[in-house]
């Protein structure tokens, strides 16, 4: 069996198995000449290398040149598809969470929804990179995903039709008189100027000052890390973000905020959930560890882990698992997330105080009644919206003791 040069010094100092590689030959061999069909060699090595990937973790993979182009349409803030992000977990594709305003989001997607088959071809031994690419496609054109809802006990079908994803990233809005609010539904390259114009404009909304504000993370998959640490950096004064840590020393850095808060101190509260992840546990899990915000909601989804683009012969590339991320107190993100300060399910509160399904709310009633549209209220948003209501009540409150401790003068 003949080595390249880099094999045979591996093999030299120890280093390689060679009797793995040896039953590997052996396995493609009788692959060739006893599979039932005849397999091009091209094919069934890439096959090997994607299991191979698969095997390590869920977000590493083997990037045709078509990969290089996704990955930088994603980052600028414009694709055309589902605007949908997913993981491989279990053999299924999982929905980390549907970007606002897209066909994933208005088909009622939800985060932790398993797919289980795309146009009627079953996911299970398929690499997440294929998966990705049958679900885009010609905008305008149709597409149906057979979902897994924890919960519901069977299989139901959802048919989306793919369009250009622009993503707004940053949204925001005076809840009331000195409370902000601030949706980002994804991390892009403009999102963190962006969020300074939209902070901006509310201190200039509310006569110059803010008395606290509300940003919301919720269903937010994250995007790139630059900007994840500049808007971390917006709300501290100091101290570390991020700290990325893998086996390679020289990949290891930290990242650390400049002075100067955007709200001088101003009490801010997260909001995040399940669909949470990547940019958005990094932002949530620093403010949280300087004791700068208050995070309410569920468990984050746990993706901390950074992948490096590393080119390899042809064009293609790896997607490689190669550090992973921890907050400043030192906390690992991968697979365990941030848990909130307050725990709070999204649900709606009826007019005696009680919970109920926050999507039987918005869907209608077991009778099939069609809902009432919602008031553009405030009153009507907490009404549906548990989470965003002790944000509020939260941050009442701390304006209270806040006007209470300020010094009077005599």
Do not use: C, W
């Amino acid at each position: 069996m003949a080595f390249s040069p880099a094999l045979k010094a591996a093999e030299k100092n120890g280093s390689l198995p060679i009797e793995e590689l040896q039953m590997f030959a052996e396995v493609f061999g009788k692959i060739k000449a006893d599979y039932v069909e005849e397999i091009d060699d091209k094919d069934l090595l890439t096959h090997a290398i994607n299991g191979m990937l698969a095997g390590l973790d869920a977000h590493s993979a083997f990037l045709e040149p078509s990969g290089f182009k996704k990955m930088q349409t994603d980052t600028d803030g414009q694709f055309g598809g589902l605007g949908i992000e997913v993981t491989k977990e279990d053999g299924l594709i999982k929905v980390v969470a549907p970007i606002d305003g897209t066909p994933a989001d208005e088909a009622g997607l939800q985060s932790g929804d398993l797919i289980v088959e795309i146009d009627g071809a079953s996911v299970l031994e398929m690499p997440l990179s294929e998966a990705l690419s049958k679900m885009r496609g010609e905008p305008g054109t149709e597409i149906e995903l057979t979902i897994q809802r924890e919960g519901l006990p069977d299989l139901f079908q959802v048919e989306l039709v793919r369009s250009v994803i622009q993503i707004q990233s940053v949204r925001s809005e005076l809840l009331e008189p000195g409370l902000g609010y601030l949706r980002l539904s994804s991390f892009q390259s403009g999102t963190a100027q962006h969020m300074r114009v939209q902070i901006k404009a509310l201190v200039d909304d509310n006569d110059g000052s803010l008395d606290g504000l509300v940003l919301d993370l919720r269903n937010n998959p994250g995007g790139i890390l630059s900007s994840a640490v500049e808007i971390s950096d917006m709300f501290l004064d100091g101290g570390d973000i991020v700290s990325i840590k893998g086996r390679i020393a020289s990949s290891n850095k930290t990242y650390s905020a400049k002075p100067g808060d955007i709200l001088d101190a101003k009490p801010v509260v997260i909001l995040v959930n399940g669909g949470s992840a990547s940019a958005s546990e990094i932002v949530a899990g620093a403010l949280q560890d300087h004791k700068r915000a208050v995070i309410i909601g569920t468990n984050t989804f746990g993706k901390g882990s950074v992948q490096s683009i590393i080119p390899i012969n042809y064009g293609r590339a790896l997607k490689l698992t190669t550090s992973l991320y921890f907050t400043p107190d030192d906390r690992v993100i991968q697979k365990k997330g941030i848990a909130p300060d307050i725990t709070a399910q999204l649900s709606v509160l009826n007019d005696y105080g009680y919970g109920e399904d926050f999507e039987m709310a918005i869907d209608g009633t077991e009778s099939g009644e069609e809902p009432e549209q919602p008031e553009s209220t405030l009153a009507q948003r907490l009404d549906q919206d548990n989470q965003l209501l002790q944000a509020v009540n939260l941050l009442r409150g701390m304006r209270i003791i806040g006007s209470v401790a300020e010094p009077k003068q005599s």
